[in-house]
């Protein structure tokens, strides 16, 4: 981990378009070595986020980085309803305990689950808390990443759950020598606008450097919403429009189950299946409003 070390000698400044060092997040060096550990041994890593834009952007990004370093990984999206976004006891031990995995991963929730966490511990699972949430008490005894909990220095308290993930895809970018991982921008630029946090600090460089991406983006799923809905200036209103037709609608089951989808469109790798599954939401959101 020389190279780790080499970047947090320098952790006093700001990378790439004058963002901060992600190694300024308190826990993120631990987050770091627990999810190469994961990838370099294969062990199976599942991904938990929610059914909103800014969960599904994270859960999205986060795929095609951990898919692009071969590693073992899927994603869980609870279909239970939570204001308090924690972990859901019932996920754990029906559904994703099947999925048999060593490493979980959450975005941008579970920061006040602690029953889930020590279950999952009990399990053999290890779970790696990435979150924005107040912490209503002192984090759970597990890695976590984010900038409100108690002794963490990051300099900006603003960001959203695709923002948090971005900054782990920043630093796990930083071990392997990924060189493209901007490439991503356009994914956080959405989830960021979609989430309705001010735009400031490094949620304006998200959101201005993610529309410049969004207009030569190579993400067949974004490509097929632009095509799909005729976009063609991009700006702060039409990136809305593209949140509105990706948002999960009608009942708590079709949430979830279009939250599948979102993901789907957002990490494939055929732009006629991103094309037919733009279709497939532009016609539930347009059968959602009818019934309103």
């Known amino acids: 981990m020389d190279y780790l070390k080499n970047m947090q000698k320098n952790n006093t400044g700001f990378i790439d378009y004058n963002m901060y060092n992600p190694f300024l997040l308190k826990g993120m060096e631990d987050a770091l070595y627990r999810i190469v550990k994961a990838i ?3 062990e199976k890593i599942v991904l938990y986020g929610f059914y ?6 994270a859960i999205s990004l986060l795929m095609l980085v951990l898919k692009f370093l ?38 941008g929730c579970g920061i006040n689950s602690f029953s889930e ?53 920043q630093a796990i970018s ?40 969004l207009k030569n983006t190579n993400n067949y799923g974004i490509c097929a919403l632009l095509k799909t809905h005729n976009i063609v200036d991009i700006n702060e209103d039409t990136v809305s429009k593209l949140a509105l037709t990706v ?18 469109l957002f990490i494939t790798s055929d732009s006629n299946r991103a094309l037919q599954i733009s279709k497939y939401l532009d016609k539930e959101l347009k059968n959602s409003l009818m019934f309103r």
Not at 127 to 138: A, G, L, M, Q, S
Not at 247 to 264: F, L, Q
């Open 40 to 42: 370099n041994e294969r």
């Open 52 to 57: 909103d834009v800014d969960s599904i952007t």
């Open 70 to 107: 071969n590693a073992d990984v899927e994603y869980f999206i609870p279909s239970q309803q939570s204001e308090s976004r924690d972990l859901v006891e019932s996920d754990i031990t029906k559904h994703i305990k099947y999925l048999g995995p060593g490493l979980i991963i959450t975005l």
């Open 117 to 169: 966490i020590e279950l999952c511990k009990y399990m053999g699972i290890d779970v790696i808390i990435t979150d924005f949430h107040e912490p209503i008490k002192r984090p759970p005894d597990t890695i976590v990443v984010n900038p409100k909990q108690e002794g963490c220095n990051y300099p900006f308290k603003g960001l959203c759950t695709s923002g948090v993930t971005f900054k782990i895809a």
């Open 174 to 213: 930083s071990y392997y020598k990924m060189k493209s991982i901007n490439k991503y921008m356009d994914l956080v630029m959405i989830g960021t606008i979609s989430s309705k946090t001010k735009l400031e600090s490094e949620n304006r460089i998200f959101a201005q450097e993610g529309m410049k991406k």
């Open 247 to 264: 948002m999960p609608t009608i009942n708590a089951v079709g949430r979830m189950d279009n939250a599948k989808i979102v993901v789907e």
